[in-house]
């Protein structure tokens, strides 16, 4: 099922959500693809896989926010929906990448960018945004550049 698009693999787990009667994970599923169809509807666009996993990364983040400013607040309820919510958005991304594979492509980048210091942050960067999108979080991998180039 990994080989199909993005939007076939929600939509096949949305119709399993419904048989299962598992409302919870319906409800999430449907916030995702409520998501991808706004854009495609706002930009008039169809939308792809590599576009899909933007808006999957943006979700994944905002539920992590989410959960963080729920339990600083002790609302352990909201929490645990924004969790289990960032579980199924989870499903649906790639396998994250390891520390090991961050670093290579970081240095390839650097190295294919000719990137010499800080001030070449946006081209490294540039190059490593596709590569790593919905795969790691990407403002770490920033910090990481900045570190490495500074």
Do not use: W, Y
Not at 51 to 63: H, N, P
Request: net charge neutral; glycine share 2%.
């Amino acid at each position: 099922m990994a080989d199909f698009p993005l939007k076939i693999r929600l939509t096949e787990a949305m119709k399993a959500a419904m048989r299962a009667q598992d409302k919870a994970r319906l409800s999430a599923i449907r916030m995702i693809i409520a998501d991808i169809k706004r854009i495609e509807i706002d930009e008039r666009i169809d939308v792809d896989d590599a576009r899909a996993l933007i808006v999957l990364d943006k979700i994944a983040k905002q539920r992590r926010d989410s959960i963080n400013q729920f339990r600083n607040a002790e609302r352990h309820d909201l929490a645990d929906k924004e969790a289990f919510e960032l579980s199924v958005v989870e499903e649906f991304l790639p396998q994250p990448l390891s520390a090991d594979e961050i670093a290579a492509l970081i240095d390839d980048a650097i190295a294919t960018s000719g990137a010499q210091s800080a001030a070449d942050m946006g081209k490294v960067m540039a190059l490593l945004k596709p590569a790593m999108q919905g795969r790691a979080d990407m403002s770490i991998i920033s910090k990481q550049v900045k570190t490495r180039l500074g």
